[in-house]
């Protein structure tokens, strides 16, 4: 079946760093792929998505691009703030004949001023 | 649109009593999911309706009822709570199997 496998995190960073949680994918189908983001206290919400190879979803400063070649979506940003604390989780849609979503576990990145 | 929208927000259950947590969409989706997220576990599916009339059991299902009542609603019963079942609990609806749309939570803890 399908499956997505993230960094295990939490991720540390001070401020204005650079960013990247990788993230690799399984899939039997062609499925769009997706990052959300979970705030403190909140449910997740679409942060970017691509629907297709060498797409690229951008958003917030957020970038990641669909690699068919590697099974790849990672996700960078150039400099991130003590507001983007927050965990996020990379997944594919559902596909073929299935309803079901696949997620990953979810990497937390706490940045520090 | 409120989007995705759940009740209650918190709740405290004791072993062995019931509730029904409610969730309710007005983005017009046909599907609809009841996760629960716990920590180091990420979220994991405990039911699924596809669409209005259906449902089906997820990746973790024991323990749990649901019943899309109609195409905007789609409740989460707990028929005997148990202290395993103290999680987050997330609604979450799509269209089209693509981009999935989730509601604030509910942080239930059961005693």
């Known amino acids: 079946g399908d499956s997505v496998t993230q960094m295990e995190g939490p991720v540390t960073l001070s401020e204005e760093a650079f960013l990247t949680i990788n993230c690799t994918y399984t899939a039997t189908g062609y499925p769009s792929l997706f990052w959300y983001v979970q705030y403190p206290g909140e449910g997740l919400q679409l942060l970017l998505k691509a629907t297709k190879a060498d797409d690229k979803g951008s958003n917030k400063g957020f970038e990641a691009t669909y690699r068919k070649e590697t099974t790849s979506f990672h996700l960078e940003k150039g400099s991130v703030q003590v507001s983007d604390s927050a965990v996020y989780f990379c997944?594919?849609?559902?596909?073929?004949?299935?309803?079901?979503?696949?997620f990953g576990r979810g990497t937390s990145l706490i940045v520090h001023p | 649109n409120a989007g995705v929208t759940q009740t209650p927000k918190f709740q405290v259950l004791k072993t062995g009593q019931s509730m029904t947590l409610q969730c309710a969409q007005d983005m017009n989706h046909n599907s609809m999911y009841w996760y629960r997220q716990d920590p180091g576990m990420g979220l994991r599916l405990i039911y699924y309706s596809a669409s209005e009339g259906t449902t089906d059991k997820g990746e973790v299902p024991n323990g749990y009822n649901v019943s899309r009542l109609n195409k905007r609603e789609f409740s989460l019963r707990l028929e005997s709570a148990a202290p395993s079942q103290t999680s987050v609990y997330f609604c979450?609806?799509?269209?089209?199997?693509?981009?999935?749309?989730f509601g604030p939570g509910t942080r239930l803890t059961v005693t």
């Open positions: 997944a594919l849609s559902a596909s073929g004949g299935s309803y079901i979503p696949t």
């Open positions: 979450a609806s799509t269209d089209n199997k693509y981009e999935q749309y």
